[in-house]
């Protein structure tokens, strides 16, 4: 996923987000809901960690 400042991720009930650099260096932890403030972070790659209802998943992310 391409993002600039937030990503909209509509998810109902709250999951956890945990945002890692490619040196798997932990960037941010935060319980979210409907969408994720990624302003702060620098232009890059990174990895996203999802946990909802207790299934994680991780994607690419590339913050233009």
């Given at each position: ?7 909209c991720?509509?998810?109902e ?6 945002i890692?650099a490619l040196?798997g ?5 935060k319980?979210?809901?409907?969408s994720l ?9 990174y990895?996203?960690s999802?946990?909802?209802k ?9 913050k233009?």
């Open positions: 996923s391409r993002f600039t400042n937030a990503l991720l509509g998810i009930q709250t999951a956890t987000a945990r890692y040196t260096q932990r960037i941010l932890t319980p979210i809901r409907h403030d990624v302003s702060h972070l620098t232009t890059g790659i990895m996203l999802l946990t909802h207790g299934t994680t998943t991780t994607q690419k992310l590339i233009k």
